[in-house]
């Protein structure tokens, strides 16, 4: 751990900052819980979820599509922690191609 603004951080050996990583997959997370309350019934509309975790339509609605990542993507983030070339925001964009098109996207 390197210390930073006083506090530690995560370092890859290669001394990569791993901060990425956890907003990446904490946003992942997020949609798959936000998901799963959905197909449960418990908000219907995507405004009534936003209006419940606080935060803009468009926000919830964008972080949603983070669902639909391909396996093998999710497999690479998740398991591997392989770092995308990709950002969140485009991660969201590169959700709505076809899987097949999608690694090349976040990894290339």
Do not use: C
């Not at 990709?86 to 991660?91: G, V």
Request: charged letters at 25%; hydrophobic letters at 45%; a positive charge.
């Amino acid at each position: 751990m390197a210390p930073h603004h006083g506090k530690k951080r995560d370092e890859t050996p290669k001394g990569l900052a791993l901060g990425w990583q956890w907003g990446i997959l904490r946003a992942i997370s997020r949609a798959w819980g936000w998901r799963r309350r959905m197909a449960a019934g418990e908000f219907n509309p995507v405004t009534d979820l936003a209006k419940a975790v606080g935060l803009a339509e468009h926000h919830v609605s964008r972080q949603l599509r983070l669902a639909d990542l391909a396996p093998g993507v999710l497999k690479r983030l998740i398991y591997k922690r392989k770092v995308p070339a990709a950002t969140l925001l485009k991660l969201t964009d590169v959700a709505s191609l076809p899987w097949r098109e999608q690694p090349g996207q976040v990894f290339d």
